[in-house]
């Protein structure tokens, strides 16, 4: 039922000439590629140097054949990326966001983090490779088409397994994204296949930044936590690697985040413009979208990620250890991965309420504000189900729409 779209490999170039340190050659063409399909836009993605930025405007429609995986229709989306051509590298990285886009692809399509989302309802913030719920180039579709792992051979232009790996993408903290080859040398003697350094620890069926850790390994093939290295060039960029966390593990650099049309980066929101941050609750403060464009500090800083003091509140009231506490929460020291308050209770053993009150939050409502679906729209839908009975809980969708999910009985809406 899968296809592999080899064919349009054969049609994607490369967007003339441009060398220095800014990477807009490392584009496709994909004019002349076949596109999603008769019942879809053609795809469209330019890239160009802007002073000190590369800015990317795509619609964000893949360049081959659109294979649905999920309920939810391609839509084409409208993106302006500006991040610095020249990136560097900041003290400390910075965990990625749980949820939303983290970079692009060089075919204009938006990349997120390795985890899914709050649905499906059994799988939830689950490991979606595993899960098998990913087109044959690592896409598939919620509000809008995006990879949550990638496949060279979809986004090159038939560069041999093998052979030293082009950029495929980008980080929002510039640092290009590399196929998985890469030269082991300066004069390029052996290519190395990199490898992430990442270990499952449990089935990442469900909140699968649980059930990965990184290790550090001594083997020059072995990427860092957050999936890179300085190759040995001396440029720093990350690889696509076979498994978890397959793009990125968190940004090197800081991330400047993401622009939409007309906007530029301090005035918008990595959820896109205008829109608000999830609707608090129970296991779902911990969801939300960072803003982009903000300065942010390494692990421990961000919105939403619990401080110390919340940390200590949390320990007392639950009595339980710090250490432990903090682990759950993910703010151990040293720590990388992104907050998700509802995994971090299931960890501890106790109730996302409960959590949240004991981190000396207020519990906010469980029903999303009239104001937070756009107007004409439903307050509520489900992917799930059609009626709102056992609903155990909603969200914020990044195309604005707030989601309702229940238990549902086939595991595979997506
Ligand atoms: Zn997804
Ligand atoms: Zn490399």
Redesign the pocket.
């Known amino acids: 039922m899968i296809r592999i779209p080899l064919l349009f490999v054969a049609f994607a170039g490369i967007v003339a000439a441009q060398s220095g340190p800014c990477l807009a050659d490392a584009f496709l063409d994909v004019s002349e590629a076949p596109g999603a399909g008769p019942a879809h836009p053609r795809p469209r993605v330019e890239a160009n140097c802007e002073g000190d930025e590369l800015v990317v405007r795509s619609n964000g429609i893949p360049h081959y054949e659109f294979v649905q995986v999920t309920p939810n229709p391609l839509k084409e989306q409208d993106y302006e990326f500006r991040i610095p051509s020249a990136p560097q590298r900041a003290g400390a990285p910075t965990p990625i966001p749980l949820l939303g886009s983290i970079g692009f692809a060089v075919n204009g399509v938006v990349i997120f983090g390795p985890n899914e989302g709050p649905v499906p309802a059994e799988e939830q913030f689950g490991d979606p490779v595993f899960n098998a719920i990913m087109d044959a180039c690592m896409g598939h579709t919620a509000l809008e088409y995006h990879y949550h792992a990638m496949v060279q051979k979809c986004l090159s232009n038939g560069v041999k397994d093998g052979d030293p790996s082009p950029v495929l993408g980008f980080g929002f903290d510039g640092f290009p994204i ?1 196929g998985p080859w ?1 030269c082991a040398d300066a004069e390029c003697n052996e290519v190395l296949r ?1 490898r992430s350094s990442w270990e499952e620890v449990r089935e990442p069926h469900q909140d699968a930044w649980d059930a990965y850790e990184y290790v550090e390994k001594d083997s020059r093939e072995y990427l860092d936590a957050c999936n890179g ?1 300085t ?1 040995p060039q001396g440029d720093y ?1 990350y ?1 696509v690697t076979e498994t978890w966390p397959y793009i990125l593990g968190c940004y090197a650099g800081p991330p400047v985040g993401r622009g939409n049309r007309g906007r530029r980066r301090p005035q918008v929101s990595e959820a896109g413009p205008g829109r608000r941050p999830p609707p608090g609750g129970p296991g779902r403060s911990g969801d939300r979208v960072p803003r982009a464009g903000r300065p942010r500090g390494g692990p421990g800083a961000g919105p939403g990620r619990p401080s110390p003091e919340e940390v200590r509140a949390a320990s007392e009231a639950l009595s339980k250890d710090e250490a432990t506490v903090a682990k759950a929460l993910r703010v151990e020291p040293g720590g990388l991965k992104p907050v998700n308050l509802a995994a971090s209770a299931r960890t501890l053993g106790v109730e996302p309420g409960q959590l949240i009150e004991a981190l000396g939050r207020s519990e906010a409502p469980r029903r999303p504000r009239q104001n937070q679906a756009p107007p004409g729209e439903p307050e509520c839908f489900f992917r799930c189900g059609q009626s709102e009975e056992n609903a155990v809980g909603c969200t914020l969708t990044p195309d604005h729409k707030v989601m309702c999910f229940r238990p549902c009985d086939d595991n595979k809406c997506g």
């Open positions: 590399r890469g990199y290295h190759g960029h690889h």
